[in-house]
């Protein structure tokens, strides 16, 4: 009979709620304002004081996001949007949904962020914006791509979805540049439950934003319900539910006032994780980029070196289940997907990096609350899977 105790499942990721978050949604639950309404503004307003003064509009999640910022650029028929295939399928899937033709570039086989030289050589007359993803938390080199933007009179959306907190150049995404939309998904750096934010300087995209996020209506309902408010409004278009709650506001509220802790040992148990797999030839760690940065640690990805092991990563990913750990699949090539195969004509063999990387890539776990003696059973039991304890 095997005594040994139950080892507890280890998570890829694990959101980090104390009892601040629990006490100020228990302090909304009593208030009687659940929908959008004053935590959302307050919640607006700290995310506009941590990126420098930008307009933000607080939405549902990151895909209403981009979704919103997308029609706020008024894309027609047969408009282009260029980005990477290396990206959860929301982004391409919102440039459809947006009217939108989605084209793709690879990515940089190092960073496994978006080539901006690729994207120069997609760039068509139908070219309308480029939504880069700054993949892992790693920002993608900025400054060459907005050159290429204003050469061409094109608009950039940046997906920040694991990127908040993250810096280019010493400025933090979100506080320069043209649109940038946030991700509170419970996996990400910070959380709101599902939630998410677009942040631009531009006043007519905020205010298209505004407007399609809660029906086309010209004003919110928390303005309307007020003392001070009318029932009386107009709607100005068809447009979206896409409105965050305060219930939602009331965690990022005090999430956002602890990100960059959050960031910061995410950015250590990264560094601890790189030390501990030096000189290892299982897998292939992504490089850091080669300007000055600081990288949010959304995600700490290995690719698993299939001729070096024996194992795929889906076999991999299995075993180490088999282990009680927890491994993420940070994407399969956005391209492969049979909807994007059949309706713009994509096929195997497009973006070779991109699916090099997607072949093999996992994400370990990583999230504030790990402790070393975790990771310490992270990489212990990719040594006994990979074939490394024996190596």
Known sequence: MDDKPARPFLPFARPSIDEAEIAEVV??????????????????????????????????????GLHLALLALGLKPGDEVITTPLTFVATLNTIVQAGGRPV????????????????????????????????AGLPVDLDPLYDLARAKNLRVIEDCAHAIGAEYKGRRLGAFGDIQVFSFHPNKNMTTGEGGAVVTRDADVARAVSTMRFHGIDREA???????????????????????????????????????????RRGALAARYQKLFAGWRQIELPQPATFPHRHAWHL?????????????????IAAMKEQDIGVGLHYTAAHLFAYYRREFGFKPGDFPEAERICARICSLPLF???????????????????????A
Request: charged share 20%.
């Open 300 to 316: 700490f990805t290995a690719l698993i070196d299939d001729k070096t092991t024996g194992l795929a990563r889906d076999e991999f």
């Open 222 to 264: 928390f303005n309307r319900f007020s003392k001070a408010g009318s029932q009386e409004y107009d709607v100005v278009a068809p447009g979206y539910k896409y409105n965050m709650m305060d219930l939602q506001a009331a965690l990022g509220l005090h999430q956002l006032a602890k990100v960059d802790g959050f960031n910061a």
């Open 368 to 390: 504030p609350d790990m402790t070393e003696a975790d990771q310490d059973r992270v990489v212990g039991a990719m040594a006994v899977v990979l074939g490394r304890a024996n």
């Open 104 to 135: 793709l570039a690879d990515v940089e086989p190092d960073t496994f962020n978006l080539d901006v030289g690729r994207v120069a050589k997609a760039i068509t007359p139908r070219t309308r914006a480029i939504v880069p993803v700054h993949f």
């Open 27 to 64: 302090a909304c639950l009593k208030s009687g304002w659940l929908a959008t309404g004053p935590r959302v503004q307050k919640f607006e307003a700290a995310l506009a004081e941590y990126f420098g003064g930008p307009r933000v509009l607080a939405v549902t999640s990151a895909t209403a």
